[in-house]
């Protein structure tokens, strides 16, 4: 089907309206703050911004209740992320074991370029683990680029503790526990 | 294709009667009898029909290659036979078809074999429910270890789970728990927990390995695989378990922890490590080669490979691997060169050389197009050319006893004798005698032969292409950087005499090229023959001129090679 | 390997009598269709449990409870309790289908005029033999009878078949693999006061997906028709149970008679 376009009215082709229907919000803040006496900058960084509760800064690692690791190298972060700003090298046959019991795989080395990372969230959001997070960092700086690739303890130390179901303690619980079952091996 | 090439091996079998079934509704005509997994013909099964049909049955525990074991029941389907009447004929609907009872129970179609007229139902509610009921109970036990399994990715379990799956469990009991990170043997890992036990592995290893080596302890939910107590799990087949087990339950120490199967690049390519050739995929990431699994090919390897060829490709990315095309200077200093250098000053050298002056010793290990280059130099010069042979125990199933994997090649386009290596000891006694002046050498320490490091000091120009260092190497006047079969396509023709192509998986370090780029070149600058710039173009005309390969393409040759006489 | 034979007792019983009396003698003891004889495993709540060798069909289920030649009714009560009364009977094998007391049949039966006629039957009435049976939904089996009394908890005695199912299993296919233990753990918790009201249809949905020809043999059936049929039957007793449970749990109190570390001995005491 073919829609037809309305010929422009008079006011349309002087885009005049328009751009100033497009400005609206500024000229009003512009014009509050020049005569209304109500600032809407601040002096950063002396000023720091209060950081919305629901805002996606940078991801980091984190590590459970009990302060393990508890990313496990499946590398969903490193498949899911767009602009590709994470490198997993797994730890392979004879990598050093997970620091979690029962868990027998963690990252060798995790690293972020966050002059990659557009923080979009997909790690957190596929992460299986519940390991990765976006906290509330937003204003990473660095003097050189490889200062602005995080490896796997840098991430881990600022990411802190996040609590939560422990699946792998949860399994080796419930191992022990079969014992008690009368349907026996 | 031509009368001396054919795609099959046997001749053609006599023609199989054919009968009609329905499959969803469809109808179609599929031979009565049809291979097993040891090739006999025997009645055709419903899963076999519904592959022809194209209509996926989803299953576990059947493997083509394999004997029926029907344990898992994840193929079970409804069908239906022509009602039969009193008088044994087939009851007529009013519309003229032959009316059909619908069997009250399902079956299991990778066990059942067709009957004429037999409409087999894949898509029913009835058919879902139970595909259902089974991936349920298989998952419930399960323990969703998927973010450390190997397996995820290539699993049977996440696959199916997707198509039947639930989006939540229903099961709030303990899961039952069975021995983890089990060594089995120097090369596989088995996860009891993640065993759906199909039996898949005992199978092979005892119907075709034949090394009775795994089985099934416990009962009920409590089954638990395990290798007879006290017997190691380590025939030379043991990696093709892993392949076929559906699940990650077993898996392989190589590729342990190493890389998640969905960042590999899959290569078809040629197994080098025996005459064989089996069928293998290459599974590289960044250029760095991760593992290789079989792929199929009836005519060579059906779906397995042995362990030894599957874990030789660590030396493809060593870390000395040649990477620098380099000459000796006047002075006898090594520089580094490039290949526009290199490659005309030898064919300033070979074109001054006299008739009968040169001597090649070329690779078992090349590829076909290779030899045909260099056979093109030998012709030019006279040369005398030889291989040198690898040999070692092979068994009844995959491994040879020829452990290169185109010696057949080297000896139908007339690189060296069916005896390979009876004319090293001439080469050998050409240069004691100063006959022979330049040696060019693809791909072997001729130190270790009968050419030891005083007769190579003895030549005018040692020409040497390699891709590891070595004695051969160090003494090279040119010195020009290959490839690994994984960084170059090609041909090799395997001991059947089956003509197979591989094609390229990762970039070859630093300045390595392709043997068969530089060859050409090389055969240009000496000979002015051109016209072979591309591996496809290259391989037709060498398939004109070697009576052998005749009537042969590139494209000809398919993903699963073409059998010529040898 | 050599092919090994393991009979039944009841064919070797059987054996003898054909063997006694010749084929077509033998024929003629029992009902039309039905001939021969049985040997019945009368066990549970009766006064005179026991081996009953009976003519098939010659005798109903009523009369194997509470005739003195055979069971000679239900057991009596404990000094000062009312009398027991029947609730269930397992007609043939813990695998049969199980009857409730004072279920009534339609059954096609030879009327006296020789005419098929619709009758219907009180469960204890039931000739006992293999039509009959199979045509009240259930089956004369291994013809082991289990009768239960009032004292019997349904949902405890079914836990008891649902254990033996899951540790005969023999694990070889996938639904009666896992459906026999499944429903063994279910039924183990709702029997330790860890049971929902849901978990009625949550048994019957895993039973419904073992039998039918999913399985390789038929242990599959075996196991599922007793939580089929007493689910069935007794409904409302697993969902009171299961209710019982979560009021107590939402209130925070814990059976003493359920505490962790009796579980073990509670699920094998009977
Ligand atoms: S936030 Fe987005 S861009 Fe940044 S690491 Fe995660 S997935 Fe990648
Ligand atoms: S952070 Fe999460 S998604 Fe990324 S590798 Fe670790 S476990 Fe996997
Ligand atoms: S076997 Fe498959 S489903 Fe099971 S943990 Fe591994 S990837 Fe996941
Ligand atoms: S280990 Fe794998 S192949 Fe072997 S029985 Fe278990 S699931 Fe099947
Ligand atoms: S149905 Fe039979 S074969 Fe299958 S697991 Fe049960 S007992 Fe074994
Ligand atoms: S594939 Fe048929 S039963 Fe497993």
Redo the contacts between chains.
């Keep these: 089907m073919i829609v037809n376009r309305k010929p422009l009215t008079l006011a349309e082709r002087l885009y005049l309206p328009a751009i100033v229907g497009g400005f609206r919000v500024t000229i009003r803040h512009a014009l509050r703050s020049l005569f209304g006496g109500k600032t809407v900058t601040m002096e950063y960084p002396e000023q720091k911004w209060a950081v919305p509760p629901d805002y996606r800064g940078a991801p980091y690692l984190v590590k459970d209740q009990d302060g393990h690791t508890k990313c496990v190298s499946c590398q969903l972060c490193e498949f899911v992320c767009p602009p590709k700003a994470i490198k997993i090298i797994p730890p392979g046959p004879a990598g050093e074991l997970a620091d979690r019991p029962n868990a027998e795989k963690m990252p060798h080395e995790f690293e972020i370029n966050f002059l990659r990372c557009i923080y979009c969230g997909l790690c957190q959001e596929v992460c299986p683990e519940e390991a990765i997070f976006l906290l509330k960092d937003y204003s990473l700086t660095g003097l050189s680029r490889e200062e602005m690739v995080y490896g796997k303890e840098k991430l881990l130390a600022l990411g802190g503790v996040h609590g939560g179901i422990q699946k792998w303690k949860h399994k080796l619980e419930e191992a022990k526990e079969q014992e008690n079952f009368p349907v026996k091996v | 294709m031509s009368n001396t090439a054919t795609t099959e091996t046997k001749p053609a079998a006599p023609a199989i009667e054919k009968i009609k079934v329905k499959v969803d509704g469809r109808e179609l005509e599929v031979p009565k009898l049809m291979p097993d997994w040891q090739g006999k013909l025997v009645p055709t099964t419903m899963i076999q029909a519904c592959e022809l049909a194209k209509t996926d049955v989803p299953h576990y525990c059947y493997h083509p290659k394999l004997p029926v074991a029907?344990?898992?029941?994840?193929c079970?389907v409804e069908f239906g036979t022509p009602a039969l009447g009193p008088d044994r004929k087939p009851v007529i609907n009013p519309d003229g078809t032959p009316k059909i009872a619908k069997s009250?129970?399902?079956?299991i179609a990778c066990a059942t074999p067709i009957s004429p007229g037999m409409e087999i139902y894949t898509q029913t509610p009835g058919v879902k429910q139970?595909r259902e009921?089974?991936l349920?109970?298989?998952l419930?036990?399960h323990?969703l270890d998927?973010?450390?399994c190997d397996q995820?990715g290539e699993c049977k379990l996440q696959e199916y789970s997707v198509d039947y799956g639930q989006s939540a469990s229903?099961?709030?009991?303990?899961?039952?728990?069975k021995p983890?990170?089990v060594d089995l043997g120097p090369r596989i890992v088995l996860d009891d927990e993640r065993c759906?036990?199909c039996t898949r592995c005992i199978r092979f290893t005892k119907d075709i390995a034949g090394d009775d080596a795994l089985g099934?302890v416990?009962?009920?939910?409590?089954?638990?695989l395990t290798a007879y107590p006290g017997k190691v799990f380590d025939n030379n087949y043991t990696l093709n378990t892993v392949d076929i087990c559906p699940v990650g339950a077993l898996t392989s120490?190589?590729?342990?922890?190493?890389?998640?199967v969905?960042?590999l690049k899959e290569t078809k390519s040629i197994c080098t490590s025996c005459a064989t050739g089996c069928n293998i995929i290459v599974g590289s990431r960044e250029e760095k080669v991760y593992r290789y699994t079989p792929r199929e090919n009836d005519a060579v390897n059906a779906c397995w490979m042995c362990d030894h060829g599957r874990l030789n490709y660590k030396w493809i990315g060593r870390a000395d691997r040649l990477a620098e095309v380099r000459r000796q200077t006047s002075e006898g200093r090594s520089e580094k060169t490039t290949w526009t250098v290199a490659l005309n000053e030898i064919a300033e050298k070979l074109k001054k050389a006299p008739h009968g002056s040169v001597a090649i010793v070329a690779s078992a290990r090349q590829t076909n197009e290779e030899f045909w280059l260099l056979k093109k130099l030998a012709d030019k010069f006279g040369a005398l050319t030889d291989s040198i042979g690898y040999f070692g125990e092979g068994d009844k199933l995959l491994l040879n006893v020829d452990r290169t994997p185109n010696r057949t090649g080297a000896r139908l386009i007339g690189i060296c004798q069916a005896n390979v290596g009876i004319k090293m000891m001439v080469i050998a006694d050409s240069i004691k005698v100063g006959k022979v002046k330049t040696l060019i050498v693809f791909g072997e320490d001729v130190t270790k032969s009968s050419l030891d490091a005083e007769l190579l000091g003895k030549l005018d120009t040692l020409i040497v292409s390699d891709i590891l260092p070595n004695e051969t190497t160090k003494r090279a006047h040119y010195l020009l950087p290959g490839c690994a079969h994984v960084e170059k396509r090609g041909t090799f023709t395997n001991i059947k005499g089956r003509v197979q192509k591989f094609m390229k998986a990762v970039e070859a370090p630093g300045d390595a090229r392709p043997e068969w780029e530089f060859l050409h070149d090389l055969v240009y600058n000496v000979t002015g023959q051109d016209g072979f710039l591309t591996i496809e173009g290259l391989f037709n005309e060498m398939a004109k001129d070697v009576p052998a390969f005749n009537g042969l393409t590139w494209a000809g040759l398919g993903d699963t090679g073409v059998t010529v006489p040898t | 390997m050599c092919p090994t034979i393991v009979n039944n007792v009841e064919t070797l019983c059987d054996v003898k009598h054909i063997v006694a009396l010749g084929g077509a003698e033998y024929a003629k003891l029992g009902t039309p269709n039905n001939t021969g004889t049985r040997i019945v495993s009368l066990s549970g709540h009766v006064k005179r449990p026991g081996y009953y060798e009976i003519e098939t069909g010659k005798v109903t289920i009523g009369q194997l409870i509470n005739d003195p030649a055979f069971g000679g009714g239900l057991r009596e009560p404990e000094p000062g309790r009312p009398p027991r009364k029947l609730k269930a009977v397992i007609p043939g094998g813990s695998s049969a289908k199980v009857f409730k007391a004072g279920e009534k049949f339609k059954l096609k039966r030879k009327g006296p005029d020789g005419q098929m006629v619709e009758q219907e039957m009180d469960m204890l009435d039931l000739p006992y033999d293999f039509d009959s049976l199979i045509a009240a939904g259930s089956m004369s089996g291994s013809s082991a009878i289990i009768v239960m009394d009032d004292s019997v908890d349904i949902v405890e005695a079914l836990a008891n078949i649902a254990e033996f199912y899951a540790h005969e299993s023999c694990g070889q296919c996938t639904p009666c693999r896992e459906g026999s233990l499944w429903m063994s753990k279910a039924l183990h918790r709702l029997t330790h006061g860890e049971g929902r009201a849901s978990d009625a249809d949550y048994l019957v949905k895993i039973a419904d997906n073992i039998p039918g020809g999913r399985t390789i043999c038929a242990f599959g059936e075996a196991c599922s028709w007793p939580v089929q049929s007493f689910v069935a039957k007794f409904k409302d007793e697993f969902i009171a149970k299961g209710k019982a449970d979560e009021e107590r749990r939402a209130q925070g109190k814990i059976d003493p008679d359920t505490t962790p570390s009796q579980q073990h001995e509670s699920a094998t005491a009977h």
Excluded at chain 2, 70 to 74: E, L, S, V, W
Excluded at chain 2, 104 to 107: S, V
Aim: net charge positive; with cysteine; glycine share 6%.
């Design positions: 029907g344990n898992c029941r994840m079970l009250p129970r399902p079956a139970m009921g089974v349920e109970f298989l419930i036990n323990p998927c973010p450390i995820a229903r099961f709030v009991e303990p899961k039952v728990h983890k990170a759906i036990l099934i416990n009962r009920g939910s409590y089954n638990t120490k190589d590729f342990r922890f190493q890389m998640r969905w960042f």
